[in-house]
């Protein structure tokens, strides 16, 4: 935006949390509710923490059991006595039973609350005992009893009654409620009953508070019967704190069931809602309520509806409904408003530009330590490490939020040395260390790899006592994954008690195995995981449907798609976005497409993914059109986004020179994106595509920056596929300064010079690999079949039908021969004679695993074969005369993208 609003900034749904003050209680008639003539709480149940999932059985009569009373530390160190009256007032007070009317009294005694007067509370007490009884005044005094912490004076007046009133029982039970005395509010509420008083709106609200602390469903429900017999139900307090209670405990189809029958709503109603439907991410529900809202006559918002419905507006990725909630704040006054601002930055941050975020910043009136603490974050989300790193150091007042902010974004951009020497810092100054400081740090240490490092900074988790923690301990895992270290891995997560229970572990197991280049290991375990009916997440699904698609898994891709579907995780934004990358590795674009249509939000991650699987199946226009969408979406883009638009210019027919530059100079001007090396690099690989080598040259020569490796590999595999050691020789010397340690460098070099028949330069360069110790990736090729993984190396025998693949190939090589294939000697060393350069051509990974698939694949069906690395020019023609032979489609994916071999011509159209 060019001048964004005078904007707040978002804390997140937990910055705001509502306070279910004497405003919020009134339960729904839903449900068959037991009829209960008089209610049984005598002794509450122990404390729990009930499951979204599981509804406790209602039990009317199996109240839960009392618990000891447990005051906070602070009760029994009451704040010194300071006098705010002149000093003999107190000596008046006492001694003259007449000194003031009730009214002065209870003056008295709010000024006292005010000011945590406790002498002048018990001078005022002193003063009118001798009087006759005021239960009025009683229960002023037990209410500044209980807000100056003073449980047992509390409880002393109020036993001291003779008749107390369902004001007395009400007053005690809130305080005790809200004074970590859950479990005697619980008590007291029971005696009221028993002593014959009806307990009246604000008794609910009590009560409800004191099962929402306690994550008491079950007596909820019995109090919401309760309400509903007395006649309660329609009282707009009862009702905001029933739903309160029901949104605290996960229930939040009951919170909507009494919201919609209440008769009338107030703003805490509204709150109350739109936090729950948040809180559960149903943030299209929560913009649905928000217009709701706002079409009732005379009803305004407040600054914890607006932060709520930018959390919904970030959550949903609505970057158009979060700019009209925006327009909205300005237009009602709410500008200067801190915590909207808040939230205002934290909805920036997520569906803005980091402009957005610095202009909002910038016109703050005022700023906290959560403004200072977002803005880090939104720099660090941006990938604008420095930046984020100097507003750490101007922040006025900093806690441990604020470091983990810092040390979480140095992780999360790559920057391990940096988090390690942050917390090094922390350590040294005393910082408060969370969970989350420790976990962060760990991930730091995934990132240096270093043994030493790793084994201090494990030894010093297990020093402080946070060995036990469930999230340390899969941080730990994660380390050693990403380490390499993976005996030590299945060490702790096989030989650890209660390790193979912890959903969280397995997570991070099967992670460690898919990143470690152990596909079958990473699917097997899920497989177990799932045998053992235990709890799956969104994390383990997306990894699985990640490895399904390196291997070109179809078949158990769709089947994990189908296992989220059905537990209800593919509404995950991450899932989704794994299972469309997972179709189109696999070659379906229909059903990624498919996905992609069914997701109710995308985020740019969703847009990419798309983007890059038409690149990898050669559809241009295709990224093309969905560029346009974007924009018509309002969708913002990234840098990433930019690199696949240019690189689709491969496939297409458009201007391509005049279109990339007029794209490369917009990325900033209109986009507010620095082009990038790989921005230029892609760009140099299109025009090499359409063999505009000298145009190419240009582009280099004019460059705002100097190019780096990825601009010179793009022109030396250029000049590679069309044979020019011209520009070759220029990007190879560059190539070899830059990344002189690089072993595809010298591969890429020496197949330039194989190409154009230079064989004592391509020699050279193969000599200098073998004296660096340098070895050339090896081919890999495989098929899936009966959901196994065959795989094949160049010259393979490994195989249990080696045989028979080996005499199948021999027969489609003579066959291919007759037909007039010429074996592509050219990138064969020169000094092998033509029968052992043959032998070399005939055997490689990807025919071996054509023929393997010709061999067990039904006949009528294509052949699908993956291969880690690009196709060579021989296999290439090989394969579109076996396609004419056997009448079989082949389809192969290599790393240029998907090969599809028919009728003997092939999709790439030669170019790859």
Same mark, same amino acid.
């Given at each position: 935006?060019?001048?964004?609003?005078?904007?707040?900034?978002?804390?997140?749904?937990? &910055?705001?949390?509502?306070?279910?003050?004497?405003?919020?209680?009134?339960?729904?008639?839903?449900?068959?509710?037991?009829?209960?003539?008089?209610?049984?709480?005598?002794?509450?149940?122990?404390?729990?923490?009930?499951?979204?999932?599981?509804?406790?059985?209602?039990?009317?009569?199996?109240?839960?059991?009392?618990?000891?009373?447990?005051?906070?530390?602070?009760? =029994?160190?009451?704040?010194?006595?300071?006098? /705010?009256?002149?000093?003999?007032?107190?000596?008046?007070?006492?001694?003259?039973?007449?000194?003031?009317?009730?009214?002065?009294?209870?003056?008295?005694?709010?000024?006292?609350?005010?000011?945590?007067?406790?002498?002048?509370?018990?001078? %005022?007490?002193?003063?009118?005992?001798?009087?006759?009884?005021?239960?009025? /005044?009683?229960?002023?005094?037990?209410?500044?009893? @209980?807000?100056?912490?003073?449980?047992?004076?509390?409880?002393?007046?109020?036993?001291?009654?003779?008749?107390?009133?369902?004001?007395?029982?009400?007053?005690?039970?809130?305080?005790?409620?809200?004074?970590?005395?859950?479990?005697?509010?619980?008590?007291?509420?029971?005696?009221?009953?028993?002593?014959?008083?009806?307990?009246?709106?604000?008794?609910?609200?009590? %009560?409800?508070?004191?099962?929402?602390?306690? @994550?008491?469903?079950?007596?909820?429900?019995?109090?919401?019967?309760?309400?509903?017999?007395?006649?309660?139900?329609?009282?707009?307090?009862?009702?905001?704190?029933?739903?309160?209670?029901? !949104?605290?405990?996960?229930?939040?189809?009951?919170?909507?069931?009494?919201?919609?029958?209440?008769?009338?709503?107030?703003?805490?109603?509204?709150?109350?809602?739109?936090?729950?439907?948040?809180?559960?991410?149903?943030?299209?529900?929560?913009?649905?309520?928000?217009?709701?809202?706002?079409?009732?006559?005379?009803?305004?918002?407040?600054?914890?509806?607006?932060?709520?419905?930018?959390?919904?507006?970030?959550?949903?990725?609505?970057?158009?409904?979060?700019?009209?909630?925006?327009?909205?704040?300005?237009? !009602?006054?709410?500008?200067?408003?801190?915590?909207?601002?808040?939230?205002?930055?934290?909805?920036?941050?997520?569906?803005?530009?980091?402009?957005?975020?610095?202009?909002?910043?910038?016109?703050?009136?005022?700023?906290?330590?959560?403004?200072?603490?977002?803005?880090?974050?939104?720099?660090?989300?941006?990938?604008?490490?420095?930046?984020?790193?100097?507003?750490?150091?101007?922040?006025?007042?900093?806690?441990?939020?604020?470091?983990?902010?810092?040390?979480?974004?140095?992780?999360?951009?790559?920057?391990?040395?940096?988090?390690?020497?942050?917390?090094?810092?922390?350590?040294?100054?005393?910082?408060?260390?969370?969970?989350?400081?420790?976990?962060?740090?760990? =991930?730091?240490?995934?990132?240096?790899?270093?043994?030493?490092?790793?084994?201090?900074?494990?030894?010093?988790?297990?020093?402080?006592?946070?060995?036990?923690?469930?999230?340390?301990?899969?941080?730990?895992?994660?380390?050693?994954?990403?380490?390499?270290?993976?005996?030590?891995?299945?060490?702790?997560?096989?030989?650890?008690?209660?390790?193979?229970?912890?959903?969280?572990?397995?997570?991070?197991?099967?992670?460690?195995?898919?990143?470690?280049?152990?596909?079958?290991?990473?699917? =097997?375990?899920?497989?177990?995981?799932?045998?053992?009916?235990?709890?799956?997440?969104?994390?383990?699904? &997306?990894?699985?449907?990640?490895?399904?698609?390196?291997?070109?898994?179809?078949?158990?891709?769709?089947?994990?798609?189908?296992?989220?579907?059905?537990?209800?995780?593919?509404?995950?934004?991450?899932?989704?976005?794994?299972?469309?990358?997972?179709?189109?590795?696999?070659?379906?674009?229909?059903?990624?497409?498919?996905?992609?249509?069914?997701?109710?939000?995308?985020?740019?991650? =969703?847009?990419?993914?798309?983007?890059?699987?038409?690149?990898?199946?050669?559809?241009?226009?295709?990224?093309?059109?969905?560029?346009?969408?974007?924009?018509?979406?309002?969708?913002?883009?990234?840098?990433?986004?930019?690199?696949? !638009?240019?690189?689709?210019?491969?496939?297409?027919?458009?201007?391509?020179?005049?279109?990339?530059?007029?794209?490369?100079?917009?990325?900033?001007?209109?986009?507010?994106?620095?082009?990038?090396?790989?921005?230029?690099?892609?760009?140099?690989?299109?025009?090499?595509?359409?063999?505009?080598?000298?145009?190419?040259?240009?582009?280099?020569?004019?460059?705002?920056?100097?190019?780096?490796?990825?601009?010179?590999?793009?022109?030396?595999?250029?000049?590679?596929?069309?044979?020019?050691?011209?520009?070759?020789?220029?990007?190879?010397?560059?190539?070899?300064?830059?990344?002189?340690?690089?072993?595809?460098?010298?591969?890429?070099?020496?197949?330039?010079?194989?190409?154009?028949?230079?064989?004592?330069?391509?020699?050279?360069?193969?000599?200098?690999?073998?004296?660096?110790?340098?070895?050339?990736?090896?081919?890999?090729?495989?098929? !899936?079949?009966?959901?196994?993984?065959?795989?094949?190396?160049?010259?393979?025998?490994?195989?249990?039908?080696?045989?028979? %693949?080996?005499?199948?190939?021999?027969?489609?090589?003579?066959?291919?021969?007759?037909?007039?294939?010429?074996?592509?000697?050219?990138?064969?060393?020169?000094?092998?004679?033509?029968?052992?350069?043959?032998?070399?051509?005939?055997?490689?990974? &990807?025919?071996?695993?054509?023929?393997?698939?010709?061999?067990?694949?039904?006949?009528?069906?294509?052949?699908?074969?993956?291969?880690?690395?690009?196709?060579?020019?021989?296999?290439?023609?090989?394969?579109?005369?076996?396609?004419?032979?056997?009448?079989?489609?082949?389809?192969?994916?290599?790393?240029?993208?998907?090969?599809?071999?028919?009728?003997?011509?092939?999709?790439?159209?030669?170019?790859?």
């Amino acid at each position: 935006m060019a001048a964004i609003l005078q904007p707040p900034t978002t804390t997140s749904a937990a &910055a705001y949390p509502i306070t279910f003050p004497q405003s919020i209680l009134s339960p729904p008639m839903f449900l068959p509710y037991p009829s209960t003539s008089s209610l049984s709480l005598s002794k509450p149940k122990s404390p729990r923490t009930p499951s979204s999932a599981q509804t406790p059985n209602l039990s009317l009569s199996n109240p839960p059991p009392l618990l000891p009373p447990n005051p906070k530390p602070s009760l =029994s160190n009451p704040p010194p006595f300071k006098p /705010l009256l002149p000093p003999n007032t107190h000596r008046v007070i006492s001694s003259n039973r007449n000194w003031a009317p009730t009214n002065d009294y209870l003056k008295l005694l709010r000024l006292s609350v005010r000011h945590g007067d406790i002498g002048l509370a018990k001078a %005022i007490q002193a003063s009118f005992l001798k009087i006759e009884e005021d239960t009025q /005044l009683s229960n002023s005094l037990i209410v500044a009893y @209980l807000r100056l912490g003073l449980i047992t004076h509390a409880r002393r007046v109020f036993l001291g009654l003779s008749s107390p009133d369902v004001v007395s029982y009400t007053t005690m039970i809130s305080g005790f409620a809200k004074l970590d005395r859950e479990y005697e509010a619980v008590e007291i509420f029971s005696e009221m009953r028993s002593s014959g008083i009806e307990p009246n709106e604000f008794s609910f609200v009590a %009560i409800l508070t004191a099962c929402m602390r306690i @994550l008491d469903l079950e007596l909820g429900f019995q109090v919401h019967s309760l309400a509903i017999k007395t006649g309660y139900l329609g009282h707009t307090f009862a009702s905001n704190a029933l739903m309160g209670l029901y !949104i605290k405990c996960g229930c939040l189809d009951f919170a909507l069931e009494v919201f919609d029958k209440m008769p009338q709503r107030d703003i805490a109603s509204w709150n109350t809602v739109l936090t729950g439907v948040v809180k559960e991410l149903m943030n299209d529900r929560a913009l649905e309520l928000f217009r709701d809202m706002q079409r009732v006559d005379g009803f305004t918002v407040d600054q914890f509806t607006l932060s709520t419905i930018l959390v919904a507006c970030a959550g949903c990725l609505s970057w158009i409904g979060g700019r009209e909630i925006h327009a909205h704040v300005l237009r !009602i006054g709410f500008w200067s408003n801190l915590s909207v601002n808040n939230a205002l930055i934290g909805f920036y941050k997520k569906c803005g530009s980091v402009t957005d975020v610095e202009t909002l910043f910038e016109m703050m009136p005022q700023k906290d330590v959560i403004t200072w603490t977002e803005m880090i974050m939104a720099y660090m989300d941006f990938g604008l490490v420095d930046l984020a790193v100097q507003t750490f150091d101007r922040m006025p007042e900093k806690n441990c939020v604020s470091y983990n902010a810092l040390l979480s974004g140095y992780c999360r951009n790559g920057k391990g040395l940096k988090a390690l020497a942050l917390f090094c810092k922390m350590v040294e100054q005393g910082i408060e260390l969370t969970d989350f400081t420790l976990t962060s740090v760990i =991930s730091a240490c995934g990132l240096l790899m270093d043994v030493k490092i790793n084994e201090q900074v494990h030894g010093f988790v297990l020093k402080f006592g946070f060995g036990s923690n469930e999230c340390i301990e899969s941080a730990l895992l994660d380390m050693y994954t990403k380490c390499g270290r993976m005996a030590d891995a299945e060490e702790m997560f096989y030989q650890v008690p209660g390790n193979q229970n912890n959903p969280v572990m397995w997570t991070s197991m099967i992670c460690g195995y898919a990143r470690n280049g152990q596909p079958d290991e990473a699917i =097997s375990l899920f497989c177990q995981r799932q045998s053992e009916d235990m709890v799956v997440d969104e994390v383990a699904l &997306a990894t699985v449907l990640g490895v399904c698609g390196t291997l070109g898994f179809h078949a158990i891709g769709k089947q994990i798609h189908s296992l989220a579907t059905k537990i209800g995780l593919i509404t995950d934004i991450g899932v989704g976005n794994a299972a469309i990358s997972m179709y189109y590795k696999c070659g379906s674009m229909e059903d990624a497409l498919k996905v992609f249509n069914t997701m109710s939000i995308h985020d740019i991650v =969703s847009w990419n993914n798309l983007m890059a699987g038409y690149l990898l199946h050669r559809q241009g226009n295709e990224v093309l059109d969905l560029w346009s969408k974007m924009e018509r979406a309002g969708q913002q883009m990234d840098s990433l986004t930019f690199l696949w !638009i240019i690189a689709a210019y491969r496939y297409t027919n458009a201007n391509l020179v005049d279109n990339c530059r007029r794209l490369l100079l917009a990325m900033k001007t209109t986009y507010d994106i620095e082009p990038t090396s790989e921005h230029y690099a892609a760009f140099i690989g299109v025009l090499g595509y359409w063999d505009i080598l000298e145009e190419a040259e240009e582009i280099i020569n004019t460059m705002p920056f100097e190019p780096d490796a990825s601009v010179w590999r793009a022109l030396l595999d250029a000049s590679r596929i069309r044979s020019d050691t011209r520009f070759g020789t220029w990007a190879a010397k560059k190539m070899l300064a830059l990344e002189p340690q690089d072993p595809s460098t010298y591969v890429l070099i020496s197949n330039l010079y194989s190409a154009s028949g230079r064989w004592l330069c391509s020699e050279k360069i193969r000599d200098e690999m073998r004296k660096k110790g340098f070895r050339k990736h090896p081919s890999q090729s495989w098929v !899936i079949h009966h959901n196994k993984v065959h795989s094949f190396y160049s010259r393979d025998k490994s195989h249990r039908l080696s045989k028979d %693949i080996y005499s199948g190939l021999e027969i489609l090589i003579l066959e291919c021969l007759k037909a007039g294939y010429v074996p592509d000697t050219s990138f064969v060393l020169h000094d092998v004679d033509m029968y052992q350069k043959k032998d070399f051509l005939f055997y490689h990974s &990807a025919k071996l695993a054509v023929t393997y698939g010709i061999l067990t694949t039904s006949p009528g069906k294509p052949i699908r074969v993956m291969k880690n690395i690009l196709l060579c020019g021989d296999c290439h023609t090989f394969f579109k005369h076996v396609s004419v032979l056997t009448r079989r489609e082949i389809h192969l994916r290599d790393a240029s993208g998907f090969h599809c071999f028919m009728n003997g011509e092939c999709s790439c159209k030669d170019y790859w």
